[in-house]
């Protein structure tokens, strides 16, 4: 059974920093690619970030366009997690984040973790 569990979630103030972690378990980590994705209230969910395993070659990451520069996705094989630093963080952007489990850079999603609140205040 696969499971996500998200960390690091929390207030902050706009233009500040954020990391965000998730932790997963119940199946070969580095086989698939993970991700973060964030909705708004009343909102779709949306691609924020992800990051592809590609072995030998090490990590393809990808960005939605909205965070290119400010967000960084990183992961680590041997303890199986995924981190999110956030920069410039700024009030307008969705709170809710969700760490995801995939493939093909997250356009097929098989796991979802449960979110974390992260709002940026005024």
């Known amino acids: 059974q696969v499971q996500l569990v998200e960390s690091g979630g929390g207030l902050v103030q706009a233009g500040g920093s954020l990391r965000l972690s998730c932790a997963a378990s119940?199946?070969?980590?580095?086989?698939?690619?993970m991700g973060w994705f964030r909705q708004a209230p009343g909102k779709e969910r949306e691609f924020v970030a992800a990051?592809?395993?590609?072995?030998?070659?090490?990590?393809?990451?990808d960005y939605t366009d909205s965070v290119n520069g400010r967000f960084t996705i990183s992961r680590n094989n041997p303890k199986n997690t995924v981190n999110l630093q956030m920069k410039r963080l700024n009030p307008e952007e969705p709170a809710d984040y969700y760490c995801?489990?995939?493939?093909?850079?997250?356009?097929?999603?098989?796991?979802w973790g449960q979110g974390t609140q992260d709002p940026v205040s005024s």
């Open positions: 990051n592809d395993w590609r072995g030998w070659r090490g990590s393809s990451t």
């Open positions: 119940g199946r070969t980590f580095s086989n698939y690619d």
């Open positions: 995801a489990e995939g493939k093909t850079t997250m356009t097929i999603v098989d796991y």
